[in-house]
């Protein structure tokens, strides 16, 4: 998911993109190159690469690559964001990310429930975009509670246990 976000705005910013997907699972980003390359990008300004760790070493070392973007594990982060600060390279790494939603008190109460348990449970669970957060918007005050959060957090409790394996 991230790639989507970071690859429009260094290619609309000038920048060529050498992407390394996760070794697990490549091909959704070659499709991606596929579709870039029938919509007419240049050769060249769009390019994957493929394996593990070698690869990201070499991609971190490399003189003529001058910004690295990363999403992962919280240790492979911090690894990346090591190997580039050692050769004075920009660094984005984003690792162990928690991804927060937010519920209003002027919510739909069903709906916003059946898309809290989407995405914590979408997929398995597997997948970068996964909420792990719920943060619950108020005033703290008892009314908020009863009207808003209790009846919230028991539709979500309810659309889980009706969940299907």
Known sequence: MVPM??????????????????????????????????????????????????VVTAMC???????????????????????????????????????HLLALPDCDVAMASRDIVASFAGCAGQRCMAASVLLLV??????VKQTFTDTLLKEVVATSKALKA
């Open 5 to 54: 976000w970071t690859i429009p705005i260094s290619l609309t910013m000038g920048n060529c993109v050498i992407l390394k997907p996760s070794e697990k699972v490549p091909l959704t980003m070659q499709r991606m190159l596929e579709f870039m390359v029938a919509a007419g990008i240049p050769p060249g300004v769009f390019q994957i690469v493929h394996g593990a760790a070698e």
């Open 61 to 99: 070392d490399h003189p003529d690559i001058n910004a690295v973007s990363f999403v992962g594990s919280s240790k492979v982060a911090e690894i990346v964001t090591k190997r580039c600060n050692a050769v004075n390279k920009r660094v984005l790494a984003l690792g162990g990310a928690k991804n």
């Open 138 to 143: 108020g005033d703290g005050t008892e009314e």
